[in-house]
């Protein structure tokens, strides 16, 4: 196995060939794989919000943010994985998306139908077919937390249910 | 903009939050009839997403005890147990000879009940300084890893607020060696009046 590197929340990593990108504390986030399968390419982001709050945020203060925080809202990081893949050889066109998490770990913040986590994972479906991205397969919902272990050798995503 | 404390600010929050340790721990002494130490009392002040440098074991499994609090001020409130504190603490409040290392539905039930006390009387300390008054919700056992937890509830916090204010505090039951966190999470937007409230009690207590 090639080298490791291991995201937090908000964070990403993209990367080629042996490369192998993991993350764990998935509970209500959402973590996005992408993957270019011809030319071994993929990376993977592990988002917090579906999208930016339009009103009473920060980041509609005049404070732009860049680098790794704007992993942590969903729709921006399949934006951002998208251009950095595209930065290092991947096609857009070739991208298939894996997505997991989005559970709903506390019945004490359900908000009649939804939850951050439905919102998660609505949000990305969303964003993923408008950019035209298939997802490839998923595992979202229930009540308990993930970690999650992408190898970049050959697009496998591997699942631990933590309970 | 970004919150930040000052060295003041953040000495008068913790003298607030002194008090409030104070009575979560004379509660626990009253409830399990043993002596409590608290050996952390801590205010932080951090974007959601870095958060969790306040929290220490990511893949340890923790059992928390979590209430939504509500009123003059937004925010959560939930009790963090490592491993087996969860049902040491349990079977001590409620004098159970119970060997099973997992949580029982009796377990559950004794561990909500502590969460409803503890919470009840951090917060009715924190409404009378703060000025604020607030109120919890009932509360709810989740077990899981420690990371899962946490980012999960920083989820929560991120829905109505990008910055998070911490108070942590941690109760130790030293002859039992059983330990508990409690963390109080609010938007920091009302720092502020929690803050002239505060020097105004002090002031009077002077």
Known sequence: MGKIININIAEYAVGKNNLVIETSGIGSCLVICLYDADEKIGGMAHAMLPSRRKKNSVFNQGNTMIGKNNYKFVDEAIEGLIVEIRKIGGKKEKLKAKIIGGAEMFNIFKKKLTSIGKENERTAREKLEELGIPIDSEDVGGSVGRSVRFNLENGVVSIIVNM | ?206
Do not use: C, W
């Open chain 2, 1 to 206: 903009m970004d919150y930040k404390l000052t060295k003041m600010e953040t000495d008068e929050l913790k003298e607030l939050i002194n008090i409030g340790a104070s009575h979560a721990s004379t509660a626990l002494n009253q409830l399990t009839g043993k002596r409590v130490n608290i050996t952390i009392t801590k205010v932080d002040i951090n974007r959601v997403e870095n958060a969790f440098s306040l929290y220490s074991g990511k893949e340890k499994i923790s059992t928390t005890i979590i209430m939504k609090v509500f009123g003059g001020a937004t925010g959560i409130i939930f009790f963090l147990l490592h491993g087996n504190n969860s049902y040491k603490l349990a079977r001590l409040l409620t004098k159970s000879k119970n060997k099973v290392e997992y949580l029982t539905s009796f377990d559950r039930s004794a561990l909500n009940e502590i969460g409803n006390i503890l919470a009840g009387s951090f917060l009715s300390v924190f409404s009378k300084f703060a000025g604020i008054t607030v109120v919890h919700s009932i509360s709810e056992i989740v077990t899981d890893t420690l990371s899962s937890i946490v980012n999960s509830i920083m989820g929560e916090v991120g829905s109505f607020s990008d910055v998070v204010l911490t108070f942590k505090i941690k109760l130790i039951i030293r002859d039992e060696n059983i330990e508990t966190e409690l963390y109080f999470l609010m938007a920091p937007g009302f720092t502020g009046k929690i803050l002239n409230m505060t020097r105004k009690k002090l002031k009077e207590k002077k």
